[in-house]
């Protein structure tokens, strides 16, 4: 097994009282596709922040391909490589869709010190090539005020991989798409290189399922299991969890696991 | 060339998932290149058909246009309401003025000067107020504005305190003073378009994109790896310099520089010609600062002083019937469907 790109350990983040994320450890490999799962409050999002350093841990540390990064701020933690879908669309809404994915990828290009205008060739091909890869390349005139709810998820997915991403933070990228729309997007993660590792949080265990290599099940702000995709729909300590939402007999329910909104 | 990055998209472009046809592509590009030339054409034309006083107050318009275009950077296109802009301004008029008294009014060393201190003032406050948003930095900034202000006043034997800085020599150009007003004119024509120019350059630039990603979606550009904090203190800079040479070009076209000019009035007045150009536009803001220097200086002495009243008059009509400033307009006119929230 190689070694971890990202590794938590013993990282909580409380508000008060209130434990969101409570001791969580976790090793996700270089390459891997690793999903988190748990009931809405299990700290999921909370965790995600924790990652990306837009929110400070309370304790523990964040290791990125061997070094720490715990106390970055979170626009260097970017630089290295981290890159996120929000679970609420997070886009520039006065500006194009070209233009929103123009500005993760000229970052990449050294030209976005230019204080005159530049041609930007190779950044523009590559957001063009983005954009025709989340099916958007119809629409890259289009303000982003303009765009569906469906087609804001697919752009935020263009925005994050045009930061050329080691790892790649996705917080519920397929909510509000159309099941059509939220198959092209497991296609498209499917074929993200090896070199992309991947963490995704999903409602929609379908997507999860189809792309996961790894699982953890959170639960309470503490990990209640990581395992294979296997050993977590056979796991009894997860039914109870999801048990306990109302929903657990939905949840395993594998003959029909079609949109299961686990909330 | 590339686009403008803040060029709206056409009609066409909005209507149809097709990019605009080459030709309507081409129509655009020619008028944004014929119109400005035809200005400038006719700006320049202007001291040979208009009387000295009209020169001299289109003069002040252009000049104030400069200083309004470079507020326009951080309100409109950076997102930084700015109350102390002025300051700048003020910073750059003295600065010229200094230079044309004590060492050479020589065409545009004391405006280069100006500007280069406008820079360097808005890099030694702007450092702290950019690290603030919102309310906080709206009075920081109305803080310094004051600040410049006081010590205009209280640096008596430098500025010459509430009298002003006066006797600043006219501009020569290789040794010829300019003296006619018409050939002010033009040298505060060449220099506010080089200005002008400058600051479309840098608006429009990958960098300008970074601005107005920080203005849209701050959070978002730091999870995409920029620091908002240099760029905006980046953006500071430039506008405060710009503000300054718009300062220099003050001090040399009205040979007299006040401690007014760097205080609240003059950063409020130009906040104005901002909003009611529309900000973020650019061009808008010209024809904001046009308005409020009509009526301010053209108009007000007819008005037995009531100029204020009237500019009080005329900014609430703006807002009420044209809330994106003069720049709205055109969007008006192409009937262009506004860009609202789609479910």
Redesign the interface.
């Given at each position: 097994m190689s070694a971890p790109l990202l590794s938590l350990s013993g990282i909580s983040r409380h508000f008060g009282a209130l434990k969101a994320v409570d001791d969580v450890s976790i090793d996700v490999p270089t390459g891997a596709r690793h999903a988190l799962i748990g009931p809405n409050g299990a700290g999921k999002s909370t965790l995600f922040r924790l990652v990306t350093g837009s929110m400070p841990v309370s304790s523990g540390t964040v290791t990125l391909g061997g070094s720490d990064i715990t106390r970055l701020p979170e626009f260097r933690r970017a630089r290295r490589g981290i890159s996120q879908t929000l679970q609420h669309s997070s886009l520039f809404l006065s500006q194009t869709v070209q233009q929103n994915v123009l500005l993760a990828a000229q970052r990449q290009y050294g030209t976005r010190h230019a204080i005159v205008p530049r041609e930007q060739a190779a950044a523009r091909e590559r957001a063009r090539a983005l954009l025709a890869d989340v099916g958007l390349e119809g629409r890259a005139g289009t303000p982003v005020s303009a765009l569906s709810h469906g087609e804001r998820r697919q752009l935020e997915v263009a925005v994050a991989l045009a930061c050329q991403p080691r790892l790649l933070l996705l917080d519920e990228p397929a909510a509000g798409m159309s099941p059509a729309e939220s198959a092209r997007l497991v296609e498209l993660l499917k074929s993200l290189p090896e070199s992309v590792t991947v963490v995704i949080v999903e409602h929609d265990l379908e997507v999860v399922f189809a792309l996961a290599t790894s699982v953890t099940v959170l639960h309470l702000g503490r990990v209640l299991l990581t395992g294979s995709p296997d050993e977590v729909r056979a796991s009894a300590a997860v039914q109870e969890a999801y048990l306990g939402t109302g929903r657990g007999s939905l949840f395993l329910d594998m003959a029909e696991p079609a949109h299961l909104e686990v909330s | 060339?590339?686009l403008?990055?803040g060029t709206p998209?056409t009609p066409a472009?909005?209507a149809s998932?097709?990019?605009?046809r080459t030709a309507e592509r081409r129509t655009g590009r020619l008028l944004r290149v014929a119109l400005p030339l035809v200005v400038l054409v006719v700006l320049a034309a202007v001291p040979l058909f208009v009387a000295p006083f009209g020169t001299s107050t289109l003069s002040r318009i252009l000049i104030f246009a400069l200083f309004a275009v470079s507020l326009d950077l951080l309100v409109g296109v950076t997102g930084l309401p700015s109350l102390g802009h002025a300051a700048y301004f003020g910073v750059g008029a003295y600065a010229a003025g200094l230079v044309a008294i004590h060492w050479t009014a020589e065409g545009v060393v004391p405006v280069l000067v100006a500007a280069a201190a406008g820079a360097v003032a808005a890099g030694a406050t702007g450092w702290l107020a950019v690290r603030s948003g919102g309310v906080y930095f709206l009075m920081l900034t109305l803080a310094i504005g004051e600040l410049v202000h006081q010590l205009a006043q209280s640096l008596a034997s430098v500025t010459g305190g509430s009298n002003g800085l006066y006797g600043i020599p006219t501009v020569r150009i290789g040794g010829t003073p300019l003296t006619l007003p018409g050939y002010v004119y033009w040298f505060v024509l060449a220099v506010t378009g080089l200005g002008y120019l400058g600051l479309h350059?840098?608006a429009?630039?990958?960098?300008?994109?970074?601005l107005?990603?920080i203005r849209?979606?701050e959070?978002?550009?730091?999870?995409?790896?920029?620091?908002?904090f240099r760029y905006k203190f980046a953006a500071f800079v430039?506008a405060g310099g710009f503000a300054g040479l718009a300062g220099g070009l003050f001090a040399a076209q009205v040979r007299l520089v006040t401690p007014s000019e760097a205080g609240f009035t003059t950063s409020a007045l130009v906040l104005l010609a901002v909003i009611l150009g529309g900000a973020g536009s650019l061009w808008g803001p010209i024809l904001g600062a046009a308005v409020v220097v009509l009526v301010r200086d053209a108009l007000g002495p007819d008005l037995d002083g009531h100029g204020p009243l009237l500019l009080g008059i005329v900014f609430v009509l703006a807002v009420y019937v044209l809330p994106r400033g003069f720049a709205g307009l055109r969007d008006l006119l192409r009937r262009r469907p506004s860009?609202?929230?789609?479910?």
């Open positions: - | 060339m590339s403008p990055v998209a472009a909005i998932t097709t990019p605009p350059l840098v429009s630039s990958p960098f300008g994109g970074v107005r990603g849209d979606n959070p978002r550009m730091r999870s995409l790896g920029y620091s908002p430039i860009p609202g929230e789609t479910p």
